[in-house]
T-cell receptor, first 115, second 112 residues
Framework: DQQVKQNSPSLSVQEGRISILNCDYT??????FLWYKKYPAEGPTFLIS?????DKNEDGRFTVFLNKSAKHLSLHIVPSQPGDSAVYFC??????????????FGKGTKLSVKP | DAGVTQSPTHLIKTRGQQVTLRCSPK?????VSWYQQALGQGPQFIFQ???????QRGNFPDRFSGHQFPNYSSELNVNALLLGDSALYLC???????????FGQGTRLTVV
């Protein structure tokens, strides 16, 4: 049973427009959420994170929103650029034994930004 | 400052063989985790090492084992390789007080 779900395998947007990537989770013990970007033949690159005590975190063109009651988070990229084309993974973790536990990943969403 | 480095980048092994993958964490990081990423899937947690001990383990058989050395580097060993072990193996490191993990480029293992 998947605890972190990214229901859209792919997303295509026009350069300059907003990209919205969605993620749902089922485990209410998750208290930290992260987004990673992955290019082919490379490891995932950390993008942005959010603690469960917040509902929004912003870093440049990237904003993550968390809706705890809906167990839903989203990543907004504004404006989208062709270099943003990659697979985006949502990940979640919970505290375990006094420290942050391992990451549980979704299956990813492939973003294509067209010039 | 070197990030997380993994070796080798690619590896081909025969079914039944054993393999060792290596990881050097980012400078200042003391916690190392290993993940397996199959094609079209997200990374799946294998295990985590801190202070040279396995602290957490995912749902993987005991054919998968690991080690962390005093310099925080780590190895992942897989015995009795199966065709289904073919995947990208990712190492991630972090400082134990932080949550953001940084990944290496991965080792692509192909079992034939």
């Amino acid at each position: 049973d998947q605890q972190v779900k990214q229901n859209s395998p792919s997303l295509s947007v026009q350069e300059g427009r907003i990209s919205i990537l969605n993620c749902d989770y089922t485990n209410s013990m998750f208290d930290y959420f992260l987004w990673y970007k992955k290019y082919p033949a490379e490891g995932p690159t950390f993008l942005i994170s959010i603690s469960s005590i917040k509902d929004k975190n912003e870093d440049g063109r990237f904003t993550v929103f968390l809706n705890k009651s809906a167990k839903h988070l989203s990543l907004h990229i504004v404006p989208s650029q062709p270099g943003d084309s990659a697979v985006y993974f949502c990940a979640a973790s919970a505290h375990y034994g006094g420290s942050q536990g391992n990451l549980i990943f979704g299956k990813g969403t492939k973003l294509s930004v067209k010039p | 400052d070197a990030g997380v480095t993994q070796s080798p980048t690619h590896l081909i092994k025969t079914r039944g063989q054993q393999v060792t993958l290596r990881c050097s964490p980012k400078s200042g990081h003391d916690t190392v985790s290993w993940y397996q990423q199959a094609l079209g899937q997200g990374p799946q947690f294998i295990f985590q090492y801190y202070e040279e001990e396995e602290r957490q383990r995912g749902n993987f058989p005991d054919r998968f084992s690991g080690h962390q050395f005093p310099n925080y580097s780590s190895e992942l060993n897989v015995n009795a390789l199966l065709l289904g072990d073919s995947a990208l193996y990712l190492c991630a490191s972090r400082y134990t007080g932080n949550t953001e993990a940084f990944f290496g480029q991965g080792t692509r293992l192909t079992v034939v």
